[in-house]
Structures are given as structure tokens and as C-alpha cells.
């Protein structure tokens, strides 16, 4: 059996810890932004998710919440039009105790349902 599902998402960006920011930024356009250092850097937003799913890729467990998460990034799902980019990720989350298809952390196969 297949199971489909689409989300669609818009993001607002800021700085961590940042509620004072009001910065609007175009998200199809590259992102000029100072880091800590006061570098001043040039990002896009696929590179942002880029990086978040390279830190996600792996299961976090977090035992006080009771939960995991990963976030995979998908090559076959990106396209581009003049108005808008698009790309696609699997998140899989869960809370301990719920009903899912639980993935080996090594393997990425399924150990159970």
C-alpha cells in the first residue's frame, strides 16, 4: 500500500533568538546576511535546508520529550519557475509509544511496524 502526502510551507526567517527582527527576504533570490563574526556571507534558501537536512539526516532522539525526528533531502524533487523554487525532504517524527514504521538508525531499513 502506498501512503502520499503533501505539505506546503511557507517560512519566515529570522535571527535565533531574534524577536526584534523584521527583516523581509525574497526567497527565490540569495540571502545576504553578518553571522556572529560579522562575516558578511551570501546564502540561498535551498542551502539553508541543505544544511538542516545534512544535520537531520540521522534520527535525533530527545528522551525527556519523548520523540525522534530526521529530515532527508530529496534530489528528484527540485524545480524552478520564474516566480517560484521548489524541493522536496522526508521528515519522519514520532513519540515514543505511537504506531509507526520505525527505521534502524544504521541500516535505514524498516525493524518493525
Known amino acids: 500500500m502506498n501512503h502520499l502526502s503533501i ?3 511557507s517560512f519566515h526567517l529570522r535571527k535565533f533568538n531574534s524577536k526584534t527582527n523584521k527583516d523581509i527576504y525574497d526567497l527565490n533570490k540569495n540571502i545576504s546576511y553578518i553571522n556572529d ?3 558578511h556571507l551570501i546564502t ?3 542551502e539553508m535546508f541543505m544544511a538542516f537536512s545534512s ?7 530527545d528522551d525527556d520529550k519523548k520523540k525522534t525526528f530526521s529530515c532527508t533531502y530529496l534530489p528528484f524533487g527540485d524545480f524552478s519557475t520564474e516566480k517560484y523554487n521548489g524541493f ?5 517524527s514520532g513519540y515514543y509509544g ?6 534502524d538508525a544504521d541500516t535505514r531499513e524498516k ?3
Open 55 to 61: 544535520s537531520y539526516s540521522e534520527s535525533k532522539k
Open 37 to 39: 563574526n560579522e562575516d
Open 88 to 92: 522536496s525532504f522526508e521528515i519522519q
Open 44 to 46: 540561498s534558501v535551498k
Open 111 to 113: 525493524s518493525m511496524r
Open 98 to 103: 505511537s504506531s509507526s514504521t520505525i527505521l
Open 7 to 9: 505539505t506546503v510551507c
